[in-house]
C-alpha cells in the first residue's frame, strides 16, 4: 500500500527556519513528482511547491518563493521542503502529495501531515 | 494565478437525497480539474480526476462533469459517511490552486 508519511513539523519562532520530511513507501518514488501543499487552521488547501523525478525542475507558489526549497533523495525513497525566515502565516499543517502517473498534478496519494506553527 | 470559487460554501442535505456543488475557474482549464474529499483531521483524498473520472475505489454515487470555466459534482445519494468538505483543484497553470471548498453536512 502506498505511504507517504511527513515529519519535522514543530513549533519555532518567526524568523526561524525548519525541514520538513516525507518518507514515500510502496511506489517506485524516483518515477513521481511530488508535491508539498498546506493548510493554514481552519483553512482551505494550498499548494506550495513541487519537483520533478530527478529534481530538475522545481516550481513554487510566488509567495514562498526564495524562503522555501523543495528537494528529494531518490535513494532514500524521500522528500523535503527546507523553509527559512518561518512567517506567522506559515503556520499549517503541510502535506506532502504523489502527482499522477502521467506527470499530472492529480494528487492521487498524500500523507497525513505536519503541523508547523509560527510563534514566539 | 486562476482563481477557483465554489457554490456554495456549506450545504446541510438529508441522507438519501442529491448533493451538487459547483466550481468555476477564471478562465479556461480545459477538464483539468480534480475533485478532493477532506473530513477532519485527515488528508485530503482524490475522489474525481480530469472533471469527470472516477478515481479506483470511489462509490459511483459520487460523479463529476464539466469543461472549460464551469464544472459540477454530485454525490447521487447523501450517505453519513460523505460529510466532510469538498475541494476542487486545478491544474492546467501553475500555481495549482483550489477552490475555497464547500462542506457538507447531513440535517
Known amino acids: 500500500e502506498v505511504q507517504l508519511v511527513e515529519s519535522g513539523g514543530g513549533l519555532v519562532q518567526p524568523g526561524g527556519s525548519l525541514r520538513l520530511s516525507c518518507a514515500a513507501s510502496?511506489?517506485?518514488?524516483?518515477?513521481?513528482?511530488m508535491s508539498w501543499v498546506r493548510q493554514a487552521p481552519g483553512k482551505g488547501l494550498e499548494w506550495v511547491a513541487n519537483?520533478?523525478?530527478?529534481?530538475?525542475?522545481?516550481y513554487y507558489l510566488d509567495s514562498v518563493r526564495g524562503r522555501f526549497t523543495i528537494s528529494r533523495d531518490n535513494t532514500k525513497n524521500s522528500l523535503y521542503l527546507q523553509i527559512i525566515s518561518l512567517r506567522a502565516e506559515d503556520t499549517a499543517v503541510y502535506f506532502c502529495?504523489?502527482?499522477?502517473?502521467?506527470?499530472?498534478?492529480?494528487?492521487?496519494?498524500w500523507g497525513q501531515g505536519t503541523l508547523v506553527t509560527v510563534s514566539s | 494565478d486562476i482563481q477557483m470559487t465554489q457554490s456554495p460554501s456549506s450545504l446541510s442535505a438529508s441522507v438519501g437525497n442529491r448533493v451538487t456543488i459547483t466550481c468555476q475557474a477564471s478562465?479556461?482549464?480545459?477538464?483539468?480539474l480534480n475533485w478532493y474529499q477532506q473530513k477532519p483531521g485527515k488528508a485530503p483524498k482524490l475522489l474525481i480526476y480530469?472533471?469527470?473520472n472516477l478515481e479506483t475505489g470511489v462509490p459511483s454515487r459520487f460523479s463529476g462533469s464539466g469543461s472549460g470555466t464551469d464544472f459540477s459534482f454530485t454525490i447521487s445519494s447523501l450517505q453519513p459517511e460523505d460529510i466532510a468538505t469538498y475541494y476542487c483543484?486545478?491544474?492546467?497553470?501553475?500555481?495549482?490552486?483550489f477552490g475555497p471548498g464547500t462542506k457538507v453536512d447531513i440535517k
Open positions: 483543484q486545478q491544474y492546467d497553470n501553475l500555481p495549482f490552486t
Open positions: 478562465q479556461d482549464i480545459s477538464n483539468y
Open positions: 502529495a504523489r502527482e499522477g502517473a502521467s506527470g499530472s498534478a492529480i494528487f492521487d496519494y
Open positions: 480530469d472533471a469527470s
Open positions: 510502496a511506489f517506485t518514488f524516483s518515477s513521481y513528482w
Open positions: 519537483i520533478k523525478q530527478d529534481g530538475s525542475e522545481k
